[in-house]
């Protein structure tokens, strides 16, 4: 069974038992939204909507908030997930891929129906909570490895990270008393956002601004009412969606405006991205598709368009795997105001909220990536491969050094210390190193060595899943650990609680500075953690940043 089919069969299931017990209420303004219960010990409310639908001519505007709501509501089921691009997978070509494409995209469509109107959140809650309960909120920005491109919640479990918080917080639930720390119950919120096109030279509609900030202020509003304290919150996630939480630490030059107190970011971190006219290209092919082109005033123009003819328009553009893979099509980039300059120089310039975090990444991040750019066999094709899809603009001296940091000797690509295995194509390695150094390692530690000694955090690395054939341990296999009652949960869930993720139930995990750049790091075997540190390919890490804050996506 597919890990997708199986989650979906799991939540299945849960709903099957939950409906046994008595069906929760929640009262919000005038209205009762009747929710499930996971387990005797929790209750999830879903598809809450937390705007107005961004349709018509609420289409690609900032969003809306709800009217206060009244009546009765089904808060029992996810709401439709936001539009997902269409799957292109370059590995075969032809008919066959056509072939897999259609039944890719037919599954995907079939295990997450879509909508444009999607602005919906889903709470889980100790069942025991109240509004007097002042709990730890998770706000969980969570896209998992999706490139602002496809996801849903409905494929993750937030009960398995309150049913943790709960056992380890109660002697009688589970192994460990926690006796030192503050009780460790979690309200998690869940919610799951829209994409947005980068616009015009002049206006910009990141995720980030339209949508997440809106849904933070829901929270502030309505958490209460489910149990949490809305001065308590931790805003987390993966891929995509850490890379989103990142942005939030650098919107208004790191004012968070009250909304969250702390970030979890895994395998994501502020991203080298240039200003919007690096996106342009991308807005004029779907304007010029979708028959805007001649329009005086192109916004509005697809503000009219029929929603399947823009969607077409965007599926045209490039996949997260396609040939150009991580130089994504899709990025929050900076317009001025909200976000005021690029990233990265955001935080050179030290507008960071002020705020503990941790962040780290899987071992072989690029390996997942990799696959889309296996006709690449030869030294030429490397070469010609960072020219003209990476890193356009770079010197003949800077290209010939990156070639160095990154040779075509198996030994030394990505999966890592697997020695002359797992070499897919004679590039295929290198390829895998580069990508996942320079999108996820180098990013990450620029952003940790920038903030040291300017506020508490904590870094990791997954090292699990190392021997899985040509993938290692590839991007998205630490949420096998944070969604298996793995350490990764109670590490979030002391974080939340206390704002450090140490504990009794866990190792030890020391704070990342300069001087001491510790990385709790995950190991397969009898002993699953070990604390090494964050100096591992040095020089070659040092050069792509400094690549890519000249060459900024």
Known sequence: MSSLLFLSFLLKTSAVIGAKLAAPTIELDSGTFTGTVGSARTQSFLGIPFAQPPVEDLRFRLPVANTPYNGSHDA???GLACPQQAFTLPILTGIPEEVVDNILNSIFATLIPASEDCLFLNVVKPATATAASKLPVVLKQFIYGSGFEIGSPSL???ATIVERSLAIGNPRLGSWPVKKYARPELAIWVFRIVRDITLTHTYLLTRVKLLEREAMRWVQRYISNFGGDPSKVTIWGESAGAISVAMHMLANDGDT???????FMQSGSPIPVGPLENGQMFYDQIVQQVGCAGSADTLECLRTVPFDSLKAAQDATPFIFSFESLRL????????????DNPQRLVQQ?????IPFISGDCDDEGTLFSFSSTNLTTEADFLAYIKTVWVPGISTAQLNTLAEFYPSNILDGSPFDTAIFNALTPQFKRIAALQGDAVFQAPRRFFQQSQSGKQNQWGFLSKRE????FLGSFHGSDLLNIFGDGSLTDFLVNFATTLDPNGRTVPHWPAYTTATPNLMTLLDGLFPTVITQDTFRASAIQFLT?????FPV
């Open 76 to 78: 029992t089921a996810f």
């Open 257 to 263: 405006e009250g909304l969250f107190r702390a970030a």
């Open 156 to 158: 993750y479990d937030g």
């Open 329 to 340: 099509t899709w990025l929050p980039r900076a317009d001025g105001t909200f976000v005021s």
């Open 350 to 354: 030290g507008k960071v909220a002020n």
């Open 546 to 550: 400094n690549l890519t804050l000249e």
């Open 466 to 469: 190392k021997a899985l054939p």
